[in-house]
Structure formats: C-alpha cells, structure tokens
C-alpha cells in the first residue's frame, strides 16, 4: 500500500516569509509524527498527534511554528517569518497507534531559507 | 533526560569485512531500542527493533541485543556489502501520554563499503 507521502520535496523560500509542509499519513495510522533533520541538531523531534490532538507542543522550536491535523489524516506544519536556522529536512512519520513502536518515515521536506 | 550517544563516522569498510557500531543509552522508564537506516536519496527506514532487555533484533543480517547492564545496543554485521553503504541510526523510545512513542536518536554513523 502507499506510504507516508510529503509535499512540496524541496522549497526554498526568502527569509521573513511563511511556508506550510504537507504530511500523509498510512491510512488507518492514527499516530503521526513531526521530527526536523538538521546538520547542527541531528535528528529531532517537533510534535506528536494521536488522532487530531497534539497533547504537548513544547517540542515544536519557537512560536513561529504551529501544527495541525485534521480527520485524524493530513497534516500540516507551518513556519511563520521564516529563518535560516529553520532550514532543515522535515520529517513526517506515522504508526498504527500510540503504543505501536514502529513508526514508518516520510522521505521528507527539504527547506532552504535564503 | 533521555539520550542516544552512537560512534562517530563516517566508518569505511571493505566487502565482507565485519561490522560494529557502538550505540549507548541514558534512558528513564523502560525504553525500546532501534537502528533505523538511511539509504542515499531515501527516507529513514526501520532496519531492526528491541522492546526489552536481553532481546535480540535481527534484519538483513544486522543484528543488535538490548544490553540492560551495559545499557548498549550496538549494530553488528558479519560480512557488510557495498549495499550497505547508509547512515544509520540508533534511537531509543519510551511511552509518554503527551509524546507518544517519540523517538529520541543518536547523531548517526555513515557507513561506507567499498569494493
């Protein structure tokens, strides 16, 4: 069956501006993921949803970011009044259910913030 | 807090040569352990898993056993391929409400095989 799909691949946008990433989730997945790949940090995560909510959002980097999921499928992660540190790969992943160990990756968003 | 600590690379290795890469954890709780693999061009991909202690994870001829007393979990294969060449990951996860099955990773180890 399809897997997790993300749009755009790449974007490049101009410092200041504010993008939207897109995340489709295996269907029937109610557990989503947000996680950022970059040079200086690694591997980290952003936000978890289990269905449409996002219990904590402590982990998403600094105010300008914000997330949501709607039907319990597709969601989005949107920076505001970008920055060049927010250049990263961005990672979607999705399981079965919170208590399922097996989370299946994206192939992810690369942003470029000139 | 939580923490993956894995050896640095990049690692090169000739065909059929023996593979180890070290991965150590810090965790509270009870973690499960992972290596996920990323091939050039291609997204991170689950190579093998262990949800408790003394378990053994095995895929594609890499294997990997939860260490409890040494809290490790290193990657290990017999006699690596060119294929293999990827930049792999160790990740642990433990259960929260308001995260759910987060994976926290280690910086990751490139791996290359040469002919």
């Known amino acids: 069956g399809a897997g997790v799909s993300q749009s755009p691949s790449n974007k490049v946008t101009e410092k200041g501006k504010d993008v939207e990433l897109r995340c489709d989730p295996i269907s029937g997945h109610t557990a989503l993921y947000w996680y950022r790949q970059s040079l200086g940090q690694g591997l980290e995560f952003l936000i978890y949803f289990q269905g449409n909510s996002a219990p904590d959002k402590s982990g998403l980097p600094s105010d300008r970011f914000s997330a949501e999921r709607t039907g319990g499928s597709v969601s989005t992660l949107t920076i505001q009044r970008t920055q060049q540190e927010d250049s990263a790969v961005y990672l979607c992943a999705s399981s079965v259910s919170r208590q399922s160990y097996e989370q299946y990756f994206g192939p992810g968003t690369r942003l470029t913030v000139t | 807090g939580n923490s993956v600590t894995q050896m640095e690379g990049p690692v090169t290795l000739s065909e059929e040569a023996f593979l180890t890469i070290n991965c150590t954890y810090t965790?509270?709780?009870?973690?499960?352990l992972f290596w996920y693999v990323q091939y050039p061009g291609e997204g991170l991909q689950l190579l093998l898993k262990?949800?408790?202690?003394?378990d053994k994870g095995s895929n594609k001829g890499f294997e990997a056993t939860y260490r409890k007393e040494t809290t490790s979990f290193h990657l290990e294969k017999g006699s690596v391929q060119v294929s293999d060449s990827a930049v792999y990951f160790c990740a642990l996860s433990v259960l929260l409400y308001n995260q759910g099955g987060k994976l926290i990773f280690g910086q990751g180890t490139e791996l290359s095989v040469k002919p």
């Open positions: 262990a949800t408790k202690a003394d």
């Open positions: 965790a509270t709780g009870y973690p499960s």
